[in-house]
């Protein structure tokens, strides 16, 4: 069964919801109420609600989000509802619940919203709480940052199998705060870096955990994005009322879900003398396309990846195949991935430029790529664009997903 994308929307990823004394329902209800707005939908028209959030319960206190459906609106009271958990891959794994819910034929109309607050506490303690991704008790034990420590593990992993210039990490990250410049929903849209940010300068861009560096992260953000998937019964009907034809509607093309271990020296022991760090993120990516019934990644006109450090970027690059792997640098020192390049990442400015609410990451590329196809992306837009793919991972790669979204050409 085909499921189409409605619309949806998402907050502004620069506010901080703490120091404007507004709490988890707030936000919920807030990015719930703009996107019915954006799309002209009814509440009473939301059969299933499903909620990707990770870690509410320690920032916030808050948890049984799904709860949050009936509160906002009466309408919503009875409708079916859960909040779904993978770490950074929450949002997706929210959506995956309300695909299965539409292909399966129980519900018409599904809202998929994430959310996460993260700013209200000092950033040790916030990263305290992000590490119940990791192993706890068995790795990073030594790290004041456990994720970056980690990733700064995968640097070293690439150097040691393919050598690694930091520099393109430095290009990464130069790119997507770039790409944010021209998004009015990015955190970071304000912000101005001396030249020497981008660079290997311990002054300038100082040391955060081993390898990696300030610019290389992604940001602790505040955010929520929701969306609305429907039937093809539903979107014809929509479509009638809205005055356009069912083809002018995004639908997912094609989805991936693959996990591993936790640990992530278990998954590089897994892997090693190979030349993919992560296979089971090539095998995703394979999935993804061959369920949209796609048989080469040109095929997609960008990407939208889960650019949570640089390096992640780095490494979807080789391993959805648009490199020879250890070869991710080619594309960026050619421009490849730019926003004007043949195969643009990161249009919106990703996790570094744009924001990383972890639990609305998912379902914000989503909307992002819904955006892209339907031609709404404003100064983002990629000429062109019309299929688009997500990619989306919880812990070092623990759990992955990815979705294509685009429209009938």
């Not at 499921?3 to 919920?28: K, P």
């Not at 292909?103 to 996460?116: F, I, R, T």
């Not at 300038?204 to 609305?228: L, M, Y």
Request: aromatic content about 8%; hydrophobic content about 35%.
């Amino acid at each position: 069964m085909t499921v189409y994308i409605l619309g949806g929307s998402q907050t502004d990823f620069a506010r901080n919801w703490a120091r404007e004394d507004l709490d988890s329902f707030d936000m919920f209800k807030a990015v719930l109420d703009d996107a019915l707005a954006a799309t002209g939908l009814s509440p009473e028209q939301i059969e299933v609600g499903h909620v990707g959030n990770f870690v509410g319960d320690l920032f916030t206190g808050q948890g049984l989000l799904g709860g949050f459906f009936a509160q906002a609106y009466p309408e919503l009271n009875g409708i079916p509802t859960s909040r779904h958990e993978a770490a950074c891959a929450s949002g997706s794994m929210a959506i995956l619940g309300a695909l299965k819910d539409i292909e399966c034929g129980h519900y018409d109309v599904a809202c998929v919203l994430g959310m996460e607050i993260m700013r209200n506490v000092p950033g040790q303690t916030g990263a305290e709480y992000l590490g119940a991704a990791t192993w706890k008790g068995y790795e990073a034990q030594e790290a004041n940052y456990p994720w970056p420590y980690m990733f700064s593990d995968i640097i070293d992993e690439y150097d040691r199998r393919h050598g690694i210039n930091t520099d393109h990490l430095h290009t990464i990250s130069r790119i997507n705060y770039g790409n944010a410049k021209h998004n009015p929903l990015a955190q970071s849209r304000q912000w101005n870096f001396e030249p020497a940010f981008f660079s290997s300068s311990d002054a300038h861009n100082p040391p955060i955990e081993g390898r990696v560096r300030k610019s290389d992260c992604g940001q602790i953000t505040d955010g929520a994005a929701c969306v609305f998937l429907a039937s093809e019964s539903a979107a014809k009907s929509y479509a009638a009322q809205q005055g356009i034809s069912l083809s002018d509607i995004p639908r997912i093309k094609g989805w991936g879900h693959r996990s591993s271990a936790i640990d992530l020296r278990s998954k590089l022991r897994l892997s090693d003398g190979q030349p993919l760090l992560f296979p089971h993120v090539n095998q995703l990516i394979r999935d993804a396309l061959k369920r949209a019934d796609m048989t080469d990644l040109l095929q997609l006109d960008g990407l939208e990846v889960h650019d949570c450090f640089s390096i992640t970027e780095y490494m979807v690059i080789d391993h959805c195949g648009l490199t020879a792997p250890g070869e991710s640098w080619k594309a960026i020192q050619e421009g490849r991935i730019c926003k004007d390049g043949d195969f643009p990442i990161n249009a919106s400015g990703g996790l570094i430029g744009l924001g990383h609410p972890v639990g609305a990451t998912g379902v914000r590329m989503l909307l992002d790529c819904y955006k892209q196809v339907s031609g709404q992306a404003g100064e983002t837009q990629i000429t062109n664009a019309k299929n688009m793919a997500t990619f989306n991972l919880g812990g070092s790669a623990t759990t992955c997903a990815s979705f294509i979204v685009g429209i009938n050409e």
